[in-house]
């Protein structure tokens, strides 16, 4: 971030209460994210810029990342996980029992 100073004094400020005086206002001049996904294909290495186009650049991850969900894949059971899945009652990560629409039937 780059700073840019302000015009506020402490000239109408009471030395017996709290106050906050800006000095400076930060203006982001670059970023960096990282695209993490559950396989290495949804994965994307880590992106710097300078500049200040960062939510652009997330609307372009944001429309990759849904266009990922348009053909989902199904997921793949070995047998007895397939059954444990089927015959579950409730969430395996935070135990709270399933409602009649959380399951396909």
Known sequence: ??????????D??????????????????????YK?????????EPVVYRGEVLIEMLQEEETEIMGMY????PMRFQQHSKTEFSHANKCHICEKVFEPDDKPS
Not at 70 to 73: F, L, T
């Open 12 to 33: 109408d400020k009471n030395p017996a209460e709290s106050y906050t005086v800006k000095i400076n206002k930060h203006v982001p001049c670059g970023f960096c994210y």
């Open 1 to 10: 971030m780059s700073g840019q100073p302000t015009n506020q004094t402490t």
């Open 70 to 73: 348009d053909n989902p894949v």
């Open 36 to 44: 993490i996904g559950q396989t290495p294909e949804h994965c994307k």
